[in-house]
């Protein structure tokens, strides 16, 4: 009969019930979503730059190896490497001074490094000419640098002639690596070219596998090259990966909250215009005790169904967002289900319960003559 | 004598804004009495009435019904007490909008003890609603929606019934068909307070009590 009641009187206030529903649905999805996120896209995405990144980084081995040959052979590499068509980020490395402290000055090719560093978060954009350079975040905080500010590096070389290169600061990038201490060109004057040391990042295909045949390879032509697999990597993309899911955490939370305010103005307003009718089931025999039952189960109705279909778009919408921004599909995680659940039936019992006794602290007589 | 089923001591109402609704008022009515209430409006009737059913408490003074002094009741020991022993019929006819005439009985029912389907649409067949149970209150005219009142008042035969108006919004025939079912109550022997303008109700009752601006003014026995 109460059941019956609470279903008749919900749909008696189509207008008011769906308005609350609407807004708990959202906040439900919220949920679904964000719990999504959290439980599954991050072991996804992590597979899935796994895929587009690099995954080794090719050093020479040999320290002592004399120039030429170390020259040579890395041209040799670099053949190899083109003609497989293994995608490569060329890096070049110089120690320079600015302000007259030491940092490390790699070039590298913009669109090639960009293709194998997705998972770095570029604050403005990578350095498209002579002239453009992109700092890493801690040598930005380092010396306070802002973006379109002017660079003054200065190399020392082996003849004691001083090199100079200004350059404008394009961008800031985050890698959650060591990356961040560093600086970066994609074109450097002819007489900066001559740097000494070099390194690739190489997404190899078939892994680890992949990575141990061509150093053999490698081994057998004499080529003083070492792949290795960058497994450190993922630091990085663990930290981008948490500042993302703190972010949309964040997000989520005020509008959770925000909602939750919504929905639990609307859920007592909803109580207290009906106050009159409260008094009337109180006059027909109702106790507080059975009105707080009924009220709480409207609530709960109301409760599960905004549950249930919070759950389906939080889902629904987490899937979309994974395509979208990361091209991963989620597989709905059935564990967001009870916490959306319960947290959706917290919210909306806390309301009703504070309208309730709102409702009943009035004496009946007086909320009946009333209109 | 018959012992008094409701006694009123002293009792004082007081409103916000300094109304005085009601006035040292005492009052003993007995079992089986049939007691009609008149006086003019704004005098304070509905005032006592929702003091008699718990919906209102007095500001001053002591209510017994039954033999039992209600200045102690909780809110729920009222309700508990009200749906046991005390029959409504209010001036205007509250029903809960979202359900039908039948469901409106039926909830009484529920919260009394259990519905019974079959006794609701009785109830409301014999006071000539068989064909208009499935309607909903804003679907019955006044007289019709103020019967289903009276229904839902009588369907727990309650021992006090206690009635503001019952017959002031009908037409001739439908205030005799509210009259019958109090001439069935009177013969039942039930005990009725009633709220009433009405010269032919009025007839029925033991007792007249006149009251004016909160204070019983002077009583009438037949
Ligand atoms: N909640 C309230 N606050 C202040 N005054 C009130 C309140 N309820 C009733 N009154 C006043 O108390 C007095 C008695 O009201 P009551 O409703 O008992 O009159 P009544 O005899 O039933 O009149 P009627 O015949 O018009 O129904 C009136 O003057 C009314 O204005
Ligand atoms: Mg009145």
Known sequence: MILKMAQKSLFANARNTLWILAALSVSASLIAMFATVSFDLEKKMTTALRKSGPNAAAFFHLQGAGREAQSGDWRTFRKIIRQRGIPAAWLSFEIVTVQGKPVILALADSKELARLTPSWFV???RPKEEGECMVGKRVADLWKLRLGEHLLMQSLRAGGSVKKMNCRITGFVLSGDENEDRIF?????????????????????QGEEGIQKMNQ??????????????REIVYGERATLKKIVLLSGTASLTVFILTVLGVSSALLSRILERKKELALLQAVGATGRSLGGFLLLEALLIAVTASVIGCAVGTLLSEWLARKIFYVSVTPQWITLPITFVITLIVSVIAAGL??????SLEPAIALRGE | MSKAIIALHQVHKYYLKGVHALQDVNLSIEEGQWTAMMGPSGSGKTTLLNLLDGLDRPSLGRIEILGIDTSRFSADNWTVFRRENIGLVFQQFYLIPYLTALENVMLAQYYHSMADKRQAQKSLEEIGLGARMHHFPSELSGGEQQRVCIARALINEPKIILADEPTGNLDEDNEKIVMDIFHKLDAERKTVLMVTHNPNLGRLADRRIYLEHGRVKHEHWV
């Open chain 1, 355 to 360: 309208g309730v006794m709102r409702a009943l």
């Open chain 1, 185 to 205: 060109v994609s074109h450097a004057p002819l007489e900066f070219r001559d740097f000494r040391l070099h390194s690739a990042l190489l997404s190899i295909p």
């Open chain 1, 217 to 230: 390879g490698l081994h057998e032509s004499g080529i003083s090259i070492e792949i290795k697999a960058l």
């Open chain 1, 123 to 125: 604050m403005g954009s």
